[in-house]
């Protein structure tokens, strides 16, 4: 069964102290992996999406990579605007669809 | 370029009653989903669309319909409201197979109490 698990489930970090973000997945195929970002009371909202071992992708403070088992979402000198919720999801190689699967999120607080 | 928007925002029901809630796209996507956000679950598939006219089960479908008449509006409907189905519900698009990228694109949420 494809499954997604994201640790830790929560994390505070002072300002400017860099740290990473994991998710681990089993699927049969991956074709594809995404990151999003979910701020309270609102949608996800996309950031990345990674195809291949060894794949990295940036943007601003933050930077995924991705290897066969695991992602990580490293973020460099995190201000407090980058506090929210940070959902991972997979699409795997069974459907057309574009279905995913998300994990349960890590809740990141940044503090001042 | 509003993307996806959904209505209402808020709602509240009592048990036994019915609503309906109204997602709208305007990026020509051909894919549509509905997902429940509930604490400590993360994000459950509930029935998507892979086309207008058409629609599959997800993850979770009991108690819920869903109906796609048009390409850029999918329906979710609970005929009869249970304390269970208190949550959030998120819609989301994406291009189609071979379309262009598949990231998922979602909108701003309803949150459905039912006492």
């Known amino acids: 069964e494809d499954q997604v698990t994201q640790s830790p489930e929560a994390l505070r970090l002072q300002e400017g102290e860099s740290s990473s973000l994991n998710c681990s997945y089993t699927v049969s195929g991956l074709r594809g992996l995404f990151w999003y970002r979910q701020d309270p009371g609102k949608g996800p909202e996309f950031l990345f999406t990674l195809y291949s071992a060894g794949e990295e992708k940036e943007k601003e403070r933050l930077k995924a990579t991705l290897t066969k088992k695991e992602s990580f979402l490293h973020i460099t000198a995190p201000k407090p605007e980058d506090s929210a919720t940070y959902l991972c999801a997979v699409r795997d190689y069974g459907g057309a669809t574009n279905k995913l699967i998300f994990g349960t999120g890590t809740l990141l607080a940044v503090q001042p | 370029n509003a993307g996806v928007t959904q209505t209402p925002k808020f709602r509240v029901l009592k048990t036994g009653q019915s609503m309906t809630l109204l997602c709208a796209q305007d990026?020509?996507?051909?894919?549509m989903y509905w997902y429940r956000q509930d604490p400590g679950m993360g994000l459950r598939l509930i029935h998507y669309s892979v086309g207008e006219g058409t629609t599959a089960k997800g993850e979770v479908p009991d108690g819920y319909n869903v109906s796609r008449l048009k390409k850029q509006n999918f329906l979710l409907g609970l005929e009869s409201a249970a304390p269970s189905q208190t949550s959030v519900y998120f819609c989301?698009?994406?291009?189609?197979?071979?379309?262009?990228?598949?990231?998922?694109?979602f909108g701003p949420g309803t949150r459905l109490t039912v006492t």
């Open positions: 990026m020509n996507h051909e894919y």
């Open positions: 989301a698009s994406s291009y189609g197979r071979g379309q262009g990228s598949v990231e998922q694109y």
